[in-house]
């Protein structure tokens, strides 16, 4: 595996998180609120995209809007790297192609899902400190647990110094269903759009491609990712108790009944727009400046081909 993909893949998922953190944030709190509780029977502080951004900006700060951009960078970054420099291994060595070289969806599938699984592994502390700083709100808008962290250093310090490695990697293999349904799906559509738009001579432009091939990845996406996400986000924002047990959830299972037999199908789409308005554009970002790195890195690499 190249060490160039590796970088490139990281840092074209840092270049689209600055654009995209804010609407992380709303969406984090939205699936937040009404928690474990019956649709109508709670105070909604977020009613909408629009009015959650002027509600965060009102209330934190236009700054509110960007809490816990620094641990998102580096999670997108450890998880980017994973996911795309695997995805191009596979395409570069036909490991996403059938025998008639077509890409294979299944295949990449497979291989997306892979990639999720191990960047979601890895990347895990700084998603959990993510969460529970975007959560963090002013009182009149506070939903879910409150963690009284005041930066990404202080929270990995004191995470640490509570529950040591094992605390750090809370809920870590939770969070593999979400990275394998969302990088899987992601991956898949992905690759297989590009081929499509060029064998039906649609679009051969290599930026546009990726910037449609990756706009249509990213919607299919936003439908299969929320509902691990939106148990994702649960488990990581917990509180826990004395033992180090958390207060709602004992695991994925436990939170995705819990939250199915109190706050039904809703429930597990809490988010969805707000979601898909992140995971769109991000997809699209994160894909087309990945394919614009390799391209400036092909065209100005040695002539030996080393990478």
Not at 32 to 52: D, F, T
Not at 118 to 142: C, D, H, N, W
Not at 257 to 264: A, F, M
């Amino acid at each position: 595996m190249a060490t160039s993909d590796f970088v490139l893949g990281g840092l074209a998922s840092v270049g689209a998180t600055f654009f995209t953190n804010p609407i992380e944030v709303v969406k984090t709190r939205i699936q937040l609120q009404g928690e474990l509780a019956a649709r109508g029977s709670y105070v909604e502080p977020y009613k909408g995209i629009v009015q959650a951004f002027i509600t965060v900006a009102k209330n934190d700060g236009i700054m509110g809007l960007q809490k816990g951009l620094a641990p998102a960078l580096y999670f997108q970054f450890i998880i980017n790297s994973f996911r795309l420099s695997i995805y191009t291994n596979a395409m570069e060595n036909h490991w996403m192609h059938k025998k008639n070289g077509e890409v294979s969806f299944s295949l990449g599938l497979m291989w997306g899902a892979i990639g999720g699984i191990v960047g979601s592994y890895f990347s895990s502390p700084f998603f959990m400190i993510k969460t529970q700083l975007q959560s963090q709100a002013a009182k009149e808008i506070a939903v879910g647990h409150q963690h009284a962290h005041k930066s990404m250093s202080g929270a990995l310090k004191e995470i640490y110094s509570k529950g040591g490695i094992v605390g750090l990697w809370r809920g870590s293999l939770s969070a593999l269903p979400r990275a394998a349904v969302g990088s899987g799906a992601q991956i898949a559509t992905f690759g297989k759009t590009k081929s499509l738009l060029i064998e039906y001579d649609l679009v051969h432009q290599p930026t546009l491609n990726s910037f449609c091939s990756g706009l249509i990845a990213g919607s299919l996406m936003s439908v299969a990712i929320t509902p691990p996400d939106v148990i994702s986000t649960r488990l990581y924002n917990q509180g826990l108790d004395a033992q180090g047990r958390g207060l709602y959830y004992k695991g994925w299972l436990d939170c995705f009944v819990k939250i199915l037999r109190t706050e039904g199908i809703y429930g597990m789409y809490k988010g969805f727009w707000a979601n898909y308005l992140r995971i769109a554009p991000h997809s699209t970002l994160v894909l087309l400046f990945f394919d614009e790195l390799i391209a400036v890195r092909e065209k100005y690499k040695p002539g030996d081909g080393s990478s």
